[in-house]
């Protein structure tokens, strides 16, 4: 697989604050690559360097071969690109905003740009800022399609979307990659990312920390698990169950807390056998998640690529 868009420790310095640091991943062509991490991890600013709106610090980056900030003029005509927050003229409607930007593409396939209005259920006869948060999106989202780039990176894409947009979306990332064309989508949302992407690479506190398969990535997802019990209870009871990587009382001794990583059958047997009267499950943030496996004083994980 050809690469389209590579990094090479590509750092970016805010002084004080926070920025990258030696980011390093290549994105084959085709390929549809997820860039997780929680808020501030440095997923926007890594975006901004690639489409040439920053100058790094050290390192670089290329896409299609050519230099990201001393090429980011034709870098542009191979991109389109969704920030992660969309502005506009607020007075021109969203119709008028997509012709506009159509035009200074060179044209695009009008037919192309009204399926697109259609799908996403978008009102292009509104001026932009009488647009709701979720309007606004779909107005960046149809400018960052409506050319059929060789590349798309989308910030955040699906943020202010209602459930039937999102799920529109996830379609229109099959038929990018249907086509043989690329996308480089950022998330804070794991499922998003493991339902769109065949890669994902992990960003946190301004370091890539692991670039993996989505299917190598499921080792991140658990649940945490309360279960109530009419008397006193014991962790020993599902200690040795298969997917419990922890189990203690929850501060009652009727209360037990469970980390489950996988299915969660044989803790509802075992609950069942001693008389649970409740049990509650959710699956931990992303941050949370990130704080469990990736602790700052724990030395990045090797990055395999």
């Known amino acids: 697989m050809a690469t389209i868009l590579s990094t090479s420790e590509l750092t970016k310095s805010y002084g004080a604050s926070r920025g990258i640091l030696e980011v390093t991943f290549d994105v084959g062509e085709g390929e549809v690559f997820g860039f997780l991490g929680p808020n501030g991890a440095g997923k926007t600013t890594t975006i901004r360097t690639l489409m040439g709106l920053l100058r790094p610090t050290a390192g670089h980056a290329t896409i299609g071969g050519l230099d990201c900030w001393t090429q980011s003029t034709a870098v542009k005509r191979l991109v389109g690109y969704l920030p992660g927050e969309y502005a506009f003229?607020?007075?021109?409607?969203?119709?008028?905003?997509?012709?506009?930007?159509?035009?200074l593409r060179g044209g695009v396939d009008t037919s192309y740009v009204r399926l697109l209005t259609e799908r996403l259920e978008l009102d292009p006869s509104r001026r932009f800022r009488e647009y709701s948060r979720g309007n606004k999106q779909k107005v960046g989202m149809i400018q960052a399609f409506m050319h059929r780039p060789r590349l798309l990176i989308l910030d955040e894409p699906t943020t202010g979307l209602d459930p039937l947009n999102q799920q529109e979306f996830y379609r229109l990332v099959a038929e990018v990659k249907a086509e043989g064309r690329t996308i480089f989508l950022s998330s804070h949302?794991?499922?998003?990312?493991?339902?769109?992407?065949?890669?994902?690479?992990?960003?946190?506190?301004g370091r890539l920390i692991?670039?993996?398969?989505?299917?190598?990535?499921?080792?991140?997802?658990?649940?945490?698990?309360?279960?109530?019990?009419?008397?006193?209870a014991q962790p020993s009871w599902f200690a040795s169950l298969t997917g419990v990587l922890s189990a203690e009382l929850n501060g009652d001794p009727r209360g037990v807390?469970?980390?489950?990583?996988?299915?969660?059958?044989?803790?509802?047997?075992?609950?069942?056998?001693?008389?649970?009267?409740?049990?509650?499950?959710?699956e931990p943030s992303l941050e949370e998640i990130f704080l469990r496996f990736y602790e700052p004083d724990r030395a990045p994980v090797a990055i395999q690529n």
Do not use: C, K
């Open 89 to 103: 003229d607020p007075t021109l409607t969203g119709g008028q905003i997509l012709t506009y930007l159509g035009n």
């Open 189 to 205: 949302i794991l499922p998003e990312v493991e339902h769109t992407s065949d890669r994902v690479g992990i960003i946190r506190e």
């Open 210 to 232: 692991r670039v993996d398969t989505v299917a190598s990535l499921r080792d991140l997802r658990h649940h945490d698990v309360e279960i109530t019990f009419a008397a006193p």
């Open 257 to 282: 807390h469970l980390t489950v990583q996988g299915d969660l059958g044989e803790v509802l047997r075992v609950a069942a056998e001693h008389g649970a009267l409740n049990l509650m499950t959710r």
